[in-house]
């Protein structure tokens, strides 16, 4: 099992930044990668950026040179992964979950709402 908490998140102006965080907990050697999505009312879950185990990372074309996805572990425990968003657009007003891949299953996180007001 891995349990997700996640942190972070709120409102700002266009232009502004913020920072996400997700720690990860329990069997974190069973993770493959981490992710982070988001959605936006009405719209369906779109996949923002993908961390791996070996530290590989990728993004969607819309966040770019914008977002920047990192990772930590601490004394093999918790795997924090952060998403730092820069550059923030209205269009990025949505509510972001932490995910997490093992073999076996997908683990998500409650979600955090990030709103950026024009």
């Known amino acids: 099992q891995v349990q997700l908490v996640e942190s972070g998140g709120g409102l700002v102006q266009a232009g502004g930044s913020l920072r996400l965080s997700c720690a990860a907990s329990g069997s974190i050697d069973s993770i493959n990668y981490m992710a982070w999505y988001r959605q936006a009312p009405g719209k369906q879950r779109e996949l923002v950026a993908t961390?791996?185990?070996?530290?590989?990372?990728?993004?969607?074309d819309s966040v770019k040179g914008r977002f920047s996805i990192s990772r930590d572990i601490a004394k093999n425990t918790v795997y924090l992964v952060n998403l730092q968003m820069n550059s923030l657009k209205p269009e990025d007003t949505a509510v972001y979950y932490c995910?997490?891949?093992?073999?076996?299953?997908?683990?998500w996180g409650q979600g955090t709402q990030v709103t950026v007001s024009s």
């Open positions: 995910n997490s891949e093992t073999d076996r299953r997908s683990y």
């Open positions: 961390i791996t185990s070996g530290g590989n990372t990728n993004y969607a």
